[in-house]
Each structure stands twice: as C-alpha cells, then as structure tokens.
C-alpha cells in the first residue's frame, strides 16, 4: 500500500504560527506536522509516500528530499494550480500505480495503527474507507451516514441545515481507497473529494466507515494547534494509537446518561442528566474512552422499533455533542428471554450472550479498540450494572441517582464505588480516589 498526503494548502488561517513556513512544516513537539505522518506510516509499513506541494513547498522537498532518511521513498507532484482536494488524484495515478492507497491532508496530527485499518479495508472488499470518528463539534463537522454493516449511505455537508438527530460519526480527513477510483476520473479538474468524488462512490455501494478512537486532530488554526501541542505534552497521542491497549469507561444509559423514568420508546420520552454532558467531556479529555453498553428489550417486546431506537440514539449523541461532548460507540441488545408481551418479536425473544450481565456487548468493544479490561470501568445505576462489570473484570461504580428499585437477582454484587452522581463518579475514577 502506498500513500498520498495532500500537502499544498496555503493555510493562511494558521499563519500566525506558521509564519512563511508551509502548514505542514509548523513544529509541534521539535518536528513538521509532516515528519509525524510520515513515520506514522512508516511505522506500519507504508514507505512509498507521495507529497503533493505548491509551487512555494521547496521547504518540504528541502527537508525530506528522498525519503530515505525517514525509512521512505518519497517522491512529489507539484500542484501548479489548486484543484481542490480531490482534483490532484488525476494526475498522482502513475506514481500511484495499481496498488490501493492511503490520501490525508497535510495539517492533520495522528498516530494510527494503518495495518489494523488496512485489514478492515481489504476484508470489507472497499472501494473506499473513511477514518470516521466522533467529535466535540458535530453540529458544524461533515457527517457520515452509517448502516449497522458500517457500509456509508451518505454524506451530510457541514453546509446543511439539520432538523433531524443525527449520529457523532465525522469524517477525519483520511481514507484508504481502491485503485478503481482512480480510473472514474476524467482528467486534472478542480474537483472536491467528499462531494465529487466519495459521494459518486458511495451510490456505487462500496464506501465503508472504519470507526476508531485513534488521535486524529486538525492542527489549522492556532486554537488547534496549542490543543495539539497539549495533547502531545501530555501523553495523549501516542497512548491512543490502538497498538497500545486501552483504558474504557464503560457507561450504561437509562437513569446514568439519561433521565431514569419509563422505558424509552422513542426520542421525545428522552432527556439528558444534568451532569451528562459536562461527565462525558471529562472524560473525552482523559486517557478513557467513553462507550455505552445498553440492555433495549423494548425492541423484543415490540414496544419500539430498530428505526426509533436508533433516532433514540441519534438524539442522545446530539444533545451531549451540543454540550461538546461525545461517546465513542454505543453498543445494545435488543433480546429479551422472557415470552408474553403484546406484539413481541419471537426471534428476539431468546437468551443471548450480549444482555447484561453477560459480557458480549463487551467483547465486541474490547475487540474494536483493544480495551484492557483490568485497567476499565463499568458506570451504571443497577446492580446489573455492576455484576457485568464484575464479570468482564472491570472496576465498577454504581450510582444512586437512577433507578431506584432494589436488585434482588444481583444484591449481592459489590461495586468498587458507589457515587451520587455520573460527575462525582468520573472525577473519582481520574482523581484515583478508589484505592
């Protein structure tokens, strides 16, 4: 696999920190944004890069020349006149050759395991894989539209108004694409990747999203750069490469993100806790990840649809991205064991392996982002909640502030913690006020 990184924005908006440097040649941490995603790269075995510049990146070809310095062969198109984001593939397909590719931009701060996403891009079989993940800023981000199967159904411009819960799930300015799509283009025009060029893709019904809480941050204005900048200082960068196994906050939902009250059938019944927000954003700026895991018999019991508990969702991840605040995947079961409820669904209606307090819904996760359960947690206002983290192996909390039926199955399940409140518990948990 090879890769191309679009490097020939002028990035005016990060000149203040830039000064006549190209963007991608800015310090962070002593090194160009740029030497970072080339060892990145390298790192997972992709050497053959390709660097598109604008006549005035002398400065990029100056400092990496050949590549060979950096483990790479690196080889540059210079993009006389701009052609937008997409519009440079046209000319690139040569040096590209018939492999499938890498194409990033060049402002973007990351580490990422590529192998892992490349397996995901071959086993899917992908014309087109976008690295999608959440973001504290959905409401003015290009968003994916993704199926249960991960295949991508749309694409919603930033540009729209949206009158409708959508899902957290944004396009990180990443993709792995087939050499097939190089072979729709029809000659060097300006052309805008996501709308002229995925987009035509994703109707051909081969465009894939490959979720994952990796660090990828755009480092074009001088906001995002001290971010960055932070964030390298401290740890965060690397720790979230999924090479490195992963700490987790595993959360349930109804009476510790939502508003405890009858089941939740559909979107208008639901409504965040107080402290949702803020307890999430605590932990998005911390070394956890946030993932929900969430027992819905109301779909076996036929008292809502897949369709509704969806916008259900969809409707939960607006309210915490308004309050800047995102999870990074929810996780359900929908079964429920015992028959006899009014319009029920008889293949739902089994033992599974993925209701609470069994740990299915965990596995999963675990293996999508290569949780340590040893070093996670299980957040929940049931002592349920508690069991299930008890069984993956994981700390447990449980809150007082949800449901306030006593569990006779579970009573004797007993939780490292027991906090008043999801923000309390958090602040416990990164405090390490548990010992």
């Not at 990180?172 to 002229?196: R, W």
């Amino acid at each position: 696999m090879k890769a191309l990184i679009q490097a020939g924005g002028k990035g005016t908006r990060l000149q203040p920190v830039s000064g006549s440097l190209p963007k991608p040649m800015v310090l962070i941490g002593g090194k160009p944004i740029l030497q970072w995603q080339v060892e990145s790269l390298v790192k997972s075995g992709i050497t053959d890069i390709v660097i598109v510049v604008n006549p005035k990146g002398q400065a990029i070809k100056d400092f990496f020349k050949d590549g060979s310095a950096f483990g790479a062969n690196i080889k540059y198109i210079t993009e006389e006149t701009p052609l937008g984001t997409g519009g440079i593939l046209f000319q690139a397909k040569e040096l590209l050759g018939q492999d499938d590719f890498v194409l990033l931009f060049g402002d973007l701060m990351l580490s990422i395991d590529w192998q892992r996403m490349a397996a995901f891009h071959k086993s899917h079989n992908a014309l087109l894989t976008a690295f999608a993940h959440p973001n504290s800023h959905p409401f003015d981000s290009d968003l994916l539209i993704v199926g249960s199967d991960e295949r991508i159904t749309g694409f919603d411009s930033k540009r729209n108004v949206r009158k409708f819960f959508y899902e957290n799930v944004v396009t990180a300015g990443i993709y792995m694409l087939s050499n097939d799509v190089l072979k729709t283009l029809a000659g060097p025009e300006p052309l805008d990747f996501e709308t002229q060029i995925m987009v035509p893709n994703i109707k051909r019904g081969s465009v894939y999203a490959y979720r994952s809480s990796e660090y990828v941050k755009d480092c074009g204005t001088p906001d995002r750069y001290k971010t960055v900048t932070e964030d390298l200082k401290n740890g965060v960068i690397e720790a979230r490469n999924l090479t490195h196994k992963q700490k987790c906050i595993f959360l349930d939902r109804d009476g510790t993100l939502n508003v405890f009250g009858d089941f939740v059938t559909n979107a208008d019944k639901l409504q965040l806790m107080a402290d949702a927000g803020e307890s999430v954003k605590l932990i998005n700026h911390s070394d956890y990840l946030a993932i929900v895991i969430t027992n819905q018999p109301v779909i076996a019991r036929g008292e809502t649809s897949f369709d509704e508990l969806h916008r259900i969702h969809n409707k939960l991840e607006d309210l915490l991205g308004r309050e800047g605040a995102y999870l990074n995947d929810l996780y359900f079961c929908p079964h429920h064991p015992d028959k006899g409820y009014p319009g029920e669904i008889p293949e739902l209606k089994i033992v599974c392996n993925c209701r609470k307090p069994k740990i299915g819904l965990l596995l999963q996760a675990q293996e999508r982002y290569n949780i340590d359960f040893s070093e996670s947690w299980f957040v929940g206002d049931t002592k349920q909640d508690v069991q299930t983290g008890i069984n993956a192996g994981c700390r447990t909390v449980l809150l007082t502030c949800g449901d306030p039926r006593p569990s006779k199955i579970y009573a004797n399940s007993k939780p490292t913690l027991v906090a008043g409140s999801l923000e309390e518990a958090v602040a416990k948990i990164l405090s390490g006020q548990y010992n």
